[in-house]
């Protein structure tokens, strides 16, 4: 299935003007943007975040709505995280918005995301679908089937992560949701929104099989109610710790899993073990290793996908475990770092500069061409990743 909505805004633009989206959206992941309330108070019908598993917003108070996302022109989407002391802004301009450096020169023109229209719905059961889901991105329908971690209730956190101390700030979301309700918001996205892409994660457990398990019960609920053209397989991304039992991990094919991934984070495994104690202690990096060998002789390679946090080991480091997934048949891939709310890093860690950015992700681009691999992802959904810009060469 082709993108159709990248096709379609590219087509509007030239490739210089999506280069320039490309580079402006190097600085928003580098820096986040300012707070502004009378700008997003003046807004309507965009794309409020969500707050489904992080929050990457300082200064903004529970019940306060900000933008998500922002799109630049030629289709490329990127995140937006409010930083009191970001150098770039977003001001309000007769055909939309704009985003300003400090010098109040015009970086880019941009827009908002539409807000999703399933979120006007309930389900039969009569929970807010809003809770329940959201669009990554422009086109990519997200489940959050687990918006907790029990790594936190035994201390051991990944680092970077702020999703118990998000739901106890903004309480946006069903913390567990029901596998019908989600089936039944799904049904929802795709009658009223343009649904292209698929994306479940699930937070950790502690039994990586109870886990599994969860996620399955899901898979074989929503399954039936996926765009048709799609023959129920799931287009997209599945990501969880993979199960004690790593035989079961055949089960994700039969049940139309296009691309798993276990995502290590951190590379090298003692960075892992560092920044990610609780996924060390109860997942193990040797599992995880193993899970993808496994996956990778069941689907063939370029199927499985491992995301990184881009910025929290030294730029040769993170390189090095693109490298190292990429010659073991797996995509690597990475989103880039931003200071969380709550988070046990919480702001004591910048995000990562704009020379880092780019060259992991040329770095990236290499390998994708090298090996025959594809974000399978496209730019109107990696919000908080250049690997399709890099692999366009718009970087």
Same mark, same amino acid.
């Given at each position: 299935?082709?993108?159709?909505?990248?096709? +379609?805004?590219?087509?509007?633009?030239?490739?210089?003007?999506?280069?320039?989206?490309?580079?402006?959206?190097?600085?928003?992941?580098?820096?986040?943007?300012?707070?502004?309330? *009378?700008?997003?108070?003046?807004?309507? *019908?965009?794309?409020?975040?969500?707050?489904?598993?992080?929050?990457?917003?300082?200064?903004?108070?529970?019940?306060?709505?900000?933008?998500?996302?922002?799109?630049?022109?030629?289709?490329?989407?990127?995140?937006?995280?409010?930083?009191?002391?970001?150098?770039?802004?977003? @001001?309000?301009?007769?055909?939309?918005?704009?985003?300003? /450096?400090? %010098?109040?020169?015009?970086?880019?023109?941009?827009?908002?995301?539409? @807000?999703?229209?399933?979120?006007? &719905?309930?389900?039969?059961?009569?929970? +807010?679908?809003?809770?329940?889901?959201?669009?990554? =991105?422009?086109?990519?329908?997200?489940?959050?089937?687990?918006?907790? !971690?029990?790594?936190?209730?035994?201390?051991?956190?990944?680092?970077?992560?702020?999703?118990?101390?998000?739901?106890?700030?903004?309480?946006?979301?069903?913390?567990?949701?029901?596998?019908?309700?989600?089936?039944?918001?799904?049904?929802?996205?795709?009658?009223?929104?343009?649904?292209?892409?698929?994306?479940?994660? =699930?937070?950790?457990?502690?039994?990586?099989?109870?886990?599994?398990?969860?996620?399955?019960?899901?898979?074989?609920?929503?399954?039936?109610?996926?765009?048709?053209?799609?023959?129920? @397989?799931?287009?997209?991304?599945?990501?969880?710790?993979?199960?004690?039992?790593?035989?079961?991990?055949?089960?994700?094919?039969?049940? =139309?899993?296009?691309?798993?991934?276990? %995502?290590?984070?951190?590379?090298?495994?003692?960075?892992?073990?560092?920044? !990610?104690?609780?996924?060390?202690?109860?997942? $193990?990096?040797? *599992?995880?290793?193993?899970?993808?060998?496994?996956?990778?002789?069941? &689907?063939?390679?370029?199927?499985?996908?491992?995301?990184?946090? $881009? =910025?929290?080991?030294?730029?040769?480091?993170?390189?090095?475990?693109?490298?190292?997934?990429?010659?073991?048949?797996?995509?690597?891939?990475?989103?880039?770092?931003?200071? /969380?709310?709550?988070?046990?890093?919480?702001?004591?860690?910048?995000?990562?500069?704009?020379?880092?950015?780019?060259? #992991?992700?040329? *770095?990236?681009?290499?390998?994708?061409? @090298?090996?025959?691999?594809?974000?399978?992802? /496209?730019?109107?959904?990696?919000? %908080?990743?250049?690997?399709?810009?890099?692999?366009?060469?718009? #970087?």
């Amino acid at each position: 299935m082709t993108s159709y909505f990248v096709q +379609e805004e590219a087509a509007k633009v030239d490739v210089e003007t999506r280069r320039n989206s490309a580079k402006t959206k190097v600085k928003l992941l580098a820096y986040g943007v300012q707070d502004d309330l *009378h700008l997003f108070e003046s807004l309507t *019908h965009f794309k409020e975040e969500h707050y489904a598993y992080d929050n990457g917003n300082w200064g903004v108070d529970s019940g306060r709505l900000v933008p998500s996302e922002v799109l630049l022109p030629g289709g490329i989407v990127s995140k937006i995280h409010v930083r009191p002391a970001s150098p770039l802004r977003l @001001r309000q301009t007769k055909e939309g918005l704009s985003i300003v /450096d400090q %010098n109040e020169a015009v970086l880019s023109e941009a827009s908002t995301l539409p @807000r999703p229209n399933f979120w006007n &719905y309930q389900t039969q059961a009569g929970t +807010e679908t809003k809770r329940l889901a959201h669009f990554y =991105g422009a086109t990519c329908l997200n489940y959050n089937i687990y918006s907790g !971690c029990q790594f936190y209730g035994v201390g051991k956190p990944c680092k970077f992560c702020s999703v118990q101390p998000t739901q106890q700030l903004h309480n946006a979301v069903a913390i567990r949701k029901n596998a019908t309700d989600l089936a039944d918001t799904c049904k929802l996205a795709v009658e009223n929104d343009r649904v292209e892409w698929f994306l479940a994660t =699930g937070g950790s457990y502690l039994n990586g099989d109870a886990e599994f398990d969860a996620h399955v019960q899901v898979l074989q609920a929503v399954r039936s109610c996926l765009p048709k053209e799609w023959n129920e @397989r799931f287009r997209g991304n599945l990501a969880l710790m993979p199960p004690k039992t790593l035989s079961r991990l055949d089960d994700l094919f039969d049940l =139309g899993v296009d691309h798993p991934s276990f %995502n290590l984070e951190a590379w090298p495994q003692s960075s892992f073990e560092r920044i !990610c104690p609780g996924k060390a202690e109860y997942v $193990g990096f040797g *599992h995880i290793m193993a899970a993808y060998e496994r996956i990778v002789g069941l &689907y063939g390679e370029g199927h499985a996908w491992c995301n990184f946090v $881009g =910025g929290l080991v030294p730029l040769q480091d993170q390189m090095d475990g693109f490298t190292a997934l990429a010659e073991r048949g797996v995509i690597p891939g990475a989103n880039i770092y931003h200071p /969380d709310v709550g988070s046990p890093l919480g702001d004591t860690v910048d995000s990562p500069s704009e020379d880092y950015i780019v060259r #992991l992700y040329q *770095h990236a681009a290499e390998l994708y061409h @090298r090996y025959g691999y594809k974000p399978f992802f /496209d730019s109107a959904v990696l919000r %908080n990743s250049l690997a399709n810009e890099a692999y366009e060469d718009l #970087l």
